[in-house]
């Protein structure tokens, strides 16, 4: 298996634009998480969906923050409009009911200008 | 709520030196406990876990028990090398993944 897999792995955009990360968990896995890393903050979890369906969404930042999963293969985090302190790397994770252990993408690094 | 707690960094060693990272919980119930890793520039991956009290995981000469008396998991390796500089996460995982708890990371020096 090719692990879990973000794109892109870099993006830098100006303040007030719309982006949008990717990422692809590991075939049969069906619990997908999104974290976000910072110096000054740790590692944070956004949200986590369960078989494509969002269970907690509490620790995303605000209204400017969105994320969905149409399919068990498939979800995007999506920042409009961003700011400058949304700069960070991006996790995706994935696990299955099995062992509930998580295995991370490799993120995206995200700096707004 | 459930948290995790590690000591704080960085720690620096010398290479082929005894390290200790403390890590200690809260959880009702009994929690799966694991140790990830991140070297620079990469994602978090899965060093150890234990699933049960008294259990230890291992890998790459690391070893961690799970002491529920102490509610603690303490990472351990007898002789560091400079390749495993890197940051350490203790976390806790309850409820069939869906209570998945990180501690804050430990970074990790080692010197030639």
């Known amino acids: 298996d090719a692990g879990v897999i973000q794109s892109p792995r870099h993006e830098v955009t100006e303040m007030g634009q719309e982006v949008t990360l990717r990422c692809k968990p590991i075939?049969?896995?069906?619990?997908l998480f999104w974290y976000r890393q910072t110096m000054m903050r740790g590692l944070e979890l956004l949200i986590y969906?369960?078989?494509?369906?969002?269970?907690?969404d509490s620790g995303m930042p605000e209204d400017r923050f969105s994320a969905k999963m149409p399919n068990a293969s498939f979800s995007t985090l999506k920042i409009q409009p961003s700011e400058p302190r949304d700069s960070a790397v991006y996790f995706c994770?994935?696990?299955?009911?099995?062992?509930?252990?998580?295995?991370f993408g490799p993120g995206t690094r995200l700096t707004v200008t | 709520g459930n948290s995790v707690t590690q000591m704080e960094g960085p720690v620096t060693l010398s290479e082929e030196a005894f390290l200790t990272i403390n890590c200690t919980y809260t959880?009702?119930?009994?929690?799966?406990l694991f140790w990830y890793v991140q070297y620079p520039g990469e994602g978090l991956q899965l060093l150890l876990k234990a699933t049960k009290a008294d259990d230890k995981g291992s890998n790459k000469g690391f070893e961690a028990t799970y002491r529920k008396e102490t509610t603690s998991f303490h990472l351990e390796k007898g002789s560091v090398q400079v390749s495993d500089s890197a940051v350490y996460f203790c976390?806790?995982?309850?409820?069939?993944?869906?209570?998945?708890?990180f501690g804050p990371g430990t970074r990790l020096s080692v010197l030639p």
């Open positions: 994770a994935s696990s299955s009911n099995v062992d509930y252990e998580q295995y």
């Open positions: 959880a009702t119930g009994y929690p799966s």
């Open positions: 969906f369960n078989n494509n369906v969002p269970i907690d």
């Open positions: 976390a806790l995982s309850q409820y069939y993944g869906q209570n998945f708890v």
């Open positions: 075939s049969g896995h069906n619990s």
